[in-house]
């Protein structure tokens, strides 16, 4: 079984930026994703890498903001995400693919964001 790992989540202020860092281990990194949930809401996905060269998927509330990429040479998946906002806080996860768009097989423990006003 794959192991994926989060990291660089923290607290800032509205306006400030964040970069998040997952290792993945096991599994592949060009089609892996990052999602969120914040406390009493359904998981969403954030931003996505489709596999094949094809562009990033971006949710549209942080289209603009956000931008995922990989290193192949570290299997590393990046978000980095700027001007972030109250609404951005949540728990951030990243999954992996074992194979590009037959869903996501595993998922890391989360990292969190806390963003103030």
């Known amino acids: 079984q794959a192991q994926v790992m989060e990291s660089g989540g923290g607290s800032v202020q509205a306006g400030g930026s964040l970069t998040l860092s997952c290792v993945i281990s096991?599994?592949?990194?060009?089609?892996a994703g990052w999602f969120r949930q914040a406390p009493g809401e359904d998981r969403e996905t954030v931003a996505a890498l489709p596999g094949g060269g094809a562009p990033p998927w971006y949710n549209g509330a942080v289209k603009g903001r956000f931008t995922i990429s990989h290193d192949n040479a570290k299997n590393t998946v990046y978000l980095q995400m700027t001007d972030l906002k109250p609404e951005d806080s949540a728990m951030y996860y990243c999954?992996?693919?074992?194979?590009?768009?037959?869903?996501?097989?595993?998922w890391g423990q989360g990292t969190q964001v806390t963003v103030s006003s």
């Open positions: 096991g599994s592949r990194s060009d089609c």
């Open positions: 999954a992996a693919q074992g194979q590009c768009g037959l869903g996501y097989d595993d």
